[in-house]
């Protein structure tokens, strides 16, 4: 454990009666870097994002974020919503989970909601108009539109988010969390669906948020190039275990990733299994 | 596209003689099968008390040859009109004539509403449908706070109008408090009963919390019957003191108003003053839910409609979000119900059955989920239109069946089908409710 890791997830284990989801599971997400969690289909990555997001309860194992302040907050004992409130934990979707009806602005504005709910004096405020709800309301518009712009979306600004292209309310999504103002924001499949121009947008996307925010980042992703050209730090999942960690060099040339990924013969079965601790 | 293809859709679009003919005599069996009993077949009670019976065969035989003969001249007519599309049926012209009206249609509508009582002055009874209308109007948008914005499916809204009520004509009779003090206390009341019936239903989503919301209306009416001692059971409240107009009284004596004002006294000033009361009430209601709406407490109960776990990963208390939707709509039911209590002078339980609940909820519904301008337009045809058909008398029902199904059909999101952004960069365009959640909580 060092003073640099945002996140500390400490022999997590997450069991749904006799399945073993998430099986004493243990790494590190450092402060201001990208860290990528990878393995295949049902290796229990989203378990993992669910955990740390509040959506679970963990059977057992902690999960300690710090803030840049040295405040640290034990994830495992808030429950949903005081997890993105309290603890600045913003996350998106494997299914892109967008308020459909609304528009790409009021999807912004619903995030900025507990800044907002203040300014508006608790709503009764804002029922009188008070100067100091429209300076906020003001603000809260700008910040918004600084993002739209920032994913190319201002032209669409007043559009229903259920109408946007695919691509585009994946990044309205990463926009949305982003309004929370996390110091961790977790990404589920942000590249899934999306083809190589739109992947390589959002890499950048991800990149220009790590260095202008200063937001860590902790990312589920399939999709190798952009795992692999964004990642500062990658660890490899399978059968609910950590299988491999380090940086994305490191874990191309690793025998047992590539077994996990690309299966091996039946006849090192035994082999691969007996190295995994299986 | 080559110049065969128009020909293909018109020959692919006409169905053959054969096709009218089998789908005639299906719908001509269906006839037969369910009319046979109902018009087939006459029960009545004998003179000695016995049943007695006898067959219709030659109007069961009209009904079935009607049935078929209609089904084949239906499906003529739909192919002499082709196939069914806003463009065809309604030229642009007309569209954008039409969107002219609809911007105009709500201020237009206030006005005359405002108008009503000068224009009718000496007609008792259209008064007497205006407040009643406005009084759904007002129930109509309450509920819409709690169905149409946050999307809780509440069949028990009837329960806190009643609180409403009770509260009023009990403060009043047992304290002699007057109404302009009763009314915010009723509200007040109301809405704590909103909350304490949010507590237990916020776990449960759509078709529960419906059930449970439904069986909170029947508790409320139950207790209300059964708690003789405070509300008088089914005997119900009476002499609940009318409204003073701040203070001074609407009656013929030296200190009422028609005295002050120096003109002669009539009954109709009452009328009209509660008119007034009931159009500032709704007015008040739809001002409060226009104004949240904008507020981040309105956008919280919308997001919560589209995507309850979404709101909970961006931090939003999807608890206290609930509970206070519940508290605002009942709030205002509240006010509904202490207007109600003192309109009438005289409230039992009867007054707050599941019909009533189920009446303003189809209001919702058939406005638009979520459209002001809808609800006030359903309201006004919902109660409206079952007084036109008065004289219609045991058809009543069925033409009213029949309007509503072809509603249904022709606008299945309402009146109003679409929302209106909350807020807009450079200009707002509505979004069609297709998109947008009915939620599931």
């Not at chain 2, 069946?401 to 249904?408: E, R």
Request: glycine residues 10%; proline residues 4%.
């Amino acid at each position: 454990m060092n003073e640099t890791s945002i996140l500390s997830v400490d022999h997590l284990t997450m069991r749904f009666g006799g399945v073993v989801a998430v099986n004493d599971l243990s790494f590190e997400a450092e402060r201001r870097k990208i860290t990528a969690l990878i393995g295949p289909n049902g290796a229990g990555k989203t378990t993992v994002f669910n955990c740390i997001t509040g959506f679970y309860k963990p059977t057992s194992g902690t999960m300690r974020l710090t803030h840049d302040d040295g405040r640290s907050i034990q994830l495992e004992r808030l429950n949903d919503f005081r997890i993105s409130k309290q603890a600045k934990v913003a996350r998106t979707f494997q299914n892109i989970r967008l308020f459909p009806g609304m528009t790409a602005l009021e999807n912004l504005m619903v995030a900025q909601h507990n800044a907002l709910m203040l300014a508006s004096g608790l709503t009764f405020l804002g029922l009188i108009g008070a100067p100091s709800w429209r300076a906020a309301e003001k603000h809260a518009i700008d910040q918004a539109t600084r993002w739209l712009d920032r994913i190319g979306l201002l032209p669409r600004a007043d559009d229903a988010a259920g109408n946007l292209p695919y691509g585009d309310q994946r990044r309205l999504e990463i926009a949305r969390a982003m309004c929370t103002e996390p110091a961790l924001l977790c990404l589920d499949e942000p590249a899934a669906g999306l083809n190589t121009r739109e992947s390589a947008a959002l890499s950048e996307l991800l990149l220009s948020i790590r260095a202008d925010q200063g937001t860590s980042i902790l990312l589920i992703e399939h999709d190798m190039s952009v795992v692999m050209e964004i990642s500062d730090h990658v660890v490899v999942m399978d059968y609910g275990v950590k299988i491999a960690e380090g940086t994305p060099q490191d874990i191309r040339d690793d025998p047992k990733v590539i077994a996990a990924y690309l299966g091996v013969e039946d006849n090192e079965v035994a082999a691969v299994e007996s190295e995994l601790g299986l | 596209m080559t110049a065969t293809t128009p020909d293909l859709v018109q020959a692919s679009r006409l169905p053959g003689v054969a096709f009218i003919f089998k789908k005639a005599l299906i719908s001509a069996l269906v006839a037969l099968l369910l009319f046979s009993l109902m018009i087939g077949i006459r029960t009545e009670a004998g003179p000695t008390g016995q049943l007695i019976y006898w067959t219709r065969s030659g109007d069961l035989a009209a009904m079935v040859v009607t049935v078929f003969g209609g089904s084949i001249l239906v499906e003529l007519l739909r192919q002499w009109w082709g196939p069914v599309g806003t463009v065809r049926i309604v030229p642009p012209n007309v569209q954008s004539a039409l969107a002219l009206a609809r911007r105009a249609i709500a201020p237009l509508l206030l006005i005359f509403t405002f108008l009503v009582p000068v224009i009718f002055y000496d007609q008792r009874y259209i008064l007497d449908l205006g407040i009643l209308v406005l009084t759904y109007v007002m129930l109509g948008w309450g509920l819409n706070v709690v169905v149409g914005l946050a999307g809780l499916l509440d069949l028990g809204y009837v329960a806190f109008y009643a609180v409403g009520a009770y509260s009023y004509a009990l403060l009043s009779t047992n304290f002699g408090l007057s109404f302009w003090v009763c009314l915010p206390l009723a509200g007040i009341l109301a809405a704590f009963w909103g909350v304490l019936l949010g507590f237990p239903v916020l776990r449960l989503r759509g078709d529960y919390l419906a059930i449970v919301t439904l069986a909170f209306g029947e508790i409320i009416r139950l207790v209300i019957i059964n708690w003789q001692s405070l509300t008088g059971g089914p005997n119900g409240v009476s002499g609940i003191p009318r409204p003073s107009f701040f203070g001074i009284p609407l009656t013929p004596g030296d200190d009422g108003l028609a005295a002050k004002l120096g003109i002669e006294f009539s009954p109709t000033h009452r009328i009209v003053f509660l008119f007034y009361v009931i159009l500032a009430l709704a007015l008040l209601t739809n001002w409060v839910t226009i104004r949240l709406r904008r507020l981040p407490i309105g956008r919280a109960w919308e997001a919560l409609r589209e995507d309850e776990v979404a709101c909970r990963a961006l931090g939003i208390n999807t608890t206290t979000t609930k509970l206070t939707a519940f508290a605002t709509g009942a709030m205002f039911g509240g006010f509904a119900g202490a207007f109600f209590a003192t309109r009438q002078g005289f409230i039992s339980p009867e007054s707050f059955t599941f019909q009533e609940s189920a009446l303003v909820l189809a209001i919702v519904v058939l406005g638009g989920m979520g459209s002001q301008l809808g609800v006030a337009l359903a309201a006004l045809t919902m109660i409206g239109g079952f007084e036109l058909f008065r004289g219609f008398d045991q058809y009543r029902m069925l033409v009213f069946g029949v309007a509503m199904v072809l509603l249904m059909i022709w606008r299945p999101r309402g009146l109003i089908g679409h929302r209106a952004p909350t807020v807009f960069l450079r200009h707002s365009q509505a979004i069609s409710s297709e998109l947008a959640g009915e939620g599931r909580g």
